[in-house]
């Protein structure tokens, strides 16, 4: 079914740059305020932004069954519980109607006026009301370089790390869109050399490359999901900066893992790219060894190429890209991290978001930290406008970026910016 959406000559009537994210094979899916202040769940084609309340109330959506407030909603969390086949026959219907011989909406004006919007009146939201978040440490280069760093470099990795994707559960309430700004936190840190902890702002905010997942009610509480089924559960796929503290993160992750130091602030790209958009950029991941046990084993591609790069834009200054990284890299797969989840029959919702875990390369230009990247703070980058950075500064604006590219056809992400601003100063009382 999704391939007729998917076809790499297929052309829309909506205007489209040959280096868009958003062509019409791609169809996200967001959550945005038109400039009549009404919020609405919405596609992106090209430049534009296209109301699917609005297309739905204009009978566009006719046969499908849905209900007529699907679209009329601040989030996507009940259109992602009707499951892949309503997601496939909305996508597939979208597809037609830009299609740039289908004149039903290019040749209605009226319609136009009421449905399409460009991207400067409009503000993008947060896409769907997490319910529920988990980030994994599942690429193999990251928890090496990270092991290297805090432990013996002949035991990086920890020895439960090659047998199952290792997660902890995070905080929800401070995942935030892209655009907004996110405080340098407060906490507990131990300065080297010292025997008893000081309290203060954090000296060693990070950002972590990430990519992040969203699902639908995936089972009944204690019923696992089969590996081999658990992409059936995955609505699409976010651009995820986890933000991190990473002096807070070594005094208090010993033993139950990180606390503070990853829960102020994680921002996601605004617009979810289904998984049927990445169909076509699927690829095999890396070579699993030893063999894991046989609820984890999975057949055929089950990773996507996904080229990812972060910049890093002082205050009043110029923009580096500092990284560039691939999501292929990652040794464990979201089916596997999934299907990991609910093996203990852990109940997954519409709406609960998955994190991949920093992404790593095998060279050092494409580790996903700047922890990585500078190693510490003993090698400093060193920026286009002559700045160096160990680690993100106060009003330093970090952007991620994302897409597919083969044979022609680009699928993105867009971006996920986040803006660094001082610790939170309380007002005086008067």
Known sequence: MPKITNDPDKKTWLPVKVDSDFPIQNIPFGVFLTRDDIVTIGTRIGDHAIDLGALHQLGYFEGIPLTDDIFLQDTLNDFISDGKKTWRLVRNRIGEIFDAENGTLRDREDHKKIVLFSMEEIEMQLPVQIGDYTDFYSSKEHATNVGTMFRDPEKALMPNWLHIPVGYHGRSSTIVTSGTPVRRPMGQTLPPGADTPVFGPSKRVDFELEMAFITTDANALGEPVPVDEAEDYIFGMVLFNDWSARDIQKWEYVPLGPFLAKNFASSISPWIVTMDALAPFRVKSPPQDPKPLPYLQQKEKHTFDIHLEVEITPENSVPTVVTKSNFKYMYWTMAQQLAHHTVNGC????????????????????????????????????????????????????????????????????????????????????
């Open 347 to 430: 109940k997954i919702n519409s709406g609960d978001m998955l994190g991949s875990g920093t992404i790593s390369g095998p060279h050092p230009d494409s580790y996903g930290s700047m922890l990585e990247l500078a190693w510490q703070g003993t090698k400093p980058l060193e920026l286009t406008g002559g700045e160096k950075r160990a680690f993100i500064e106060d009003n330093d604006t970090v952007t991620m970026r994302g897409y597919c590219e083969k044979g022609g056809l680009r699928i993105g992400f867009g971006e996920v910016k986040g803006k660094l601003l001082p610790v939170f100063q309380p007002k005086k009382k008067s």
